[in-house]
């Protein structure tokens, strides 16, 4: 893939960036959560960068809405009823959605610029993360800038003797209209392939009803601003429907998202804010009538000595 590439260090305020010197592409981490906080690409007909993501490389948090870029789900995805779930004589909680890694700090492990810029981070549990997690675990996140295109590779690994039980997936923003004040979110378009997905229903609290239907879709997502806040909620069984396109007409910007190894599909965002989160899952929230954990929709049961690794790329154009 055509680039000149390098991986910048920065170990004081243990943010990294992977770019593409030739064209002028980068994306921007932070350890704290291994959250990519920055994606952007360059338009050479226009002269300029173009942000990608909600509050694209801004590091403080904002005074109200949502104050992420790109959050990483494990163990969880959504949240767990009462913040507690239980496997036999084990507890799994969590201090809020989502689970205990966005709220770590990754190690950075290694990185590379041969034909593309990567950077490999790595959790492992603390002190801190068994009060939440009883099981043993390594998680590896792989950030990879080929071209302009971003992939994000997963890795849990079971280093223990004992079966471990999780969920994870991907939670990234992007900018809604690319440029405020040039067109808006309800412009936009969220373009699904042709087929059939089930559609299931969530309840105020984000929780699982137990209710779903089969849709059929294929082209522009009909959506409004009330329903992603409530979180639209997808199972994609078919993995030759595991992609979809974000298109902001008035930027002339599209972004396709292929997630073939994960099986659910969440849409969010909140009123009045300009992004919309496109979420590949393993996995989602509980159910209003609590399963135990093992029971979970999507929950993956790795064995000791095994690895899970599946990835999602993101693929930037400008017409």
């Keep these: 893939m055509l680039g000149s590439y390098v991986v910048i260090i920065d170990n004081e305020r243990k943010i990294d960036r992977l770019v593409n010197e030739t064209e002028k592409s980068e994306v921007t981490i932070n350890r704290y959560g291994c959250e990519v906080i920055g994606y952007r690409i360059h338009d050479a007909a226009r002269g300029q960068s173009v942000p990608l993501l909600w509050r694209d490389s801004l590091v403080e948090a904002p005074e109200k809405?949502?104050?992420?870029?790109?959050?990483?789900?494990?163990?969880?995805?959504?949240?767990?009823?009462?913040?507690?779930?239980?496997?036999?004589?084990?507890?799994?909680?969590t201090r809020g959605n989502h689970g205990f890694a966005r709220h770590s700090t990754f190690d950075l492990i290694e990185t590379s610029h041969d034909g593309r810029a990567m950077i490999r981070y790595r959790l492992k549990p603390n002190s801190e993360i068994r009060q939440f997690y009883p099981f043993d675990f390594q998680l590896d996140l792989v950030y990879e800038l080929i071209g302009n295109i971003l992939a994000a590779t997963f890795e849990v690994t079971n280093p223990g003797r004992e079966t471990i039980l999780y969920q994870f997936g991907w939670h990234p923003g992007f900018a809604t209209p690319v440029f405020s004040g040039k067109g808006s979110k309800t412009d936009c378009r969220i373009l699904l392939p042709k087929g059939k997905i089930t559609k299931y229903e969530n309840n105020e609290h984000c929780r699982l009803t137990g209710k779903s239907s089969e849709i059929t879709v294929g082209g522009p997502l009909v959506w409004t601003e009330q329903e992603l806040e409530?979180?639209?909620?997808?199972?994609?069984?078919?993995?030759?429907?595991?992609?979809?396109?974000?298109?902001?007409?008035?930027?002339?910007?599209?972004?396709?998202?292929?997630?073939?190894?994960?099986?659910?599909?969440?849409?969010?965002?909140?009123?009045g804010d300009e992004f919309i989160c496109i979420e590949p899952w393993q996995g989602m929230d509980d159910h209003e009538e609590q399963e135990t954990f093992d029971k979970k929709l999507g929950v993956v049961k790795l064995e000791p000595g095994c690895s899970d690794k599946r990835t999602i790329t993101v693929t930037p154009r400008i017409a």
């Design 65 to 93: 809405g949502w104050k992420n870029h790109a959050t990483i789900l494990f163990p969880i995805v959504g949240g767990l009823k009462d913040k507690k779930s239980l496997l036999g004589d084990k507890v799994i909680s």
């Design 230 to 271: 409530a979180t639209l909620m997808f199972g994609v069984e078919d993995p030759e429907m595991r992609h979809l396109t974000l298109e902001d007409p008035a930027s002339r910007v599209s972004i396709r998202m292929e997630f073939p190894d994960f099986p659910h599909l969440g849409l969010w965002s909140e009123p």
